[in-house]
């Protein structure tokens, strides 16, 4: 992203967010992308109040669009990533399964963080509080 966007896309990102009722959010079960022999991605899924998490991202892809971003074409698929498998060392695609019933403490969804990663480094751009009425 271009760094002259940014107060633009802060401001668009505050419009997405301002109307986003309060919710709550909990990370539960995991799973991995990418089959058992050759997983690629470990994550944790999301649960909770997750029909207003879909809305606001929904809000956001346009925010974003609207100023000439590029944006996923995928559905969204709520997860928190925890790792990745390195493609030359053994994987324990199995690992997700053992971890199916996992239910993590609740916390609300107050925040809309902007983060720019580069391989394994993340940078805070800015972040967006949800205004509380």
Request: aromatic fraction near 6%; charge should be positive; proline fraction near 12%.
């Amino acid at each position: 992203m271009p760094p002259d966007l940014l107060p633009a896309l802060t401001g668009a990102v505050g419009d997405a967010v301002a109307p986003t009722p309060p919710a709550s959010l909990r990370l539960a079960g995991a799973g991995r992308f990418g089959s058992a022999r050759r997983p690629q991605v470990f994550w944790a899924g999301v649960d909770g109040d997750v029909a207003v998490l879909t809305a606001l991202a929904v809000r956001l892809a346009a925010a974003a669009r609207g100023l000439g971003l590029p944006i996923e074409d995928r559905p969204f698929r709520p997860h928190l990533t925890l790792g990745r498998w390195h493609p030359r060392r053994p994987a324990d695609g199995d690992l997700p399964g053992r971890l199916a019933g996992y239910r993590g403490p609740d916390w609300p969804l107050d925040a809309v963080t902007l983060v720019r990663s580069s391989g394994g480094r993340h940078e805070v751009l800015s972040s967006v509080t949800r205004r509380t009425p």
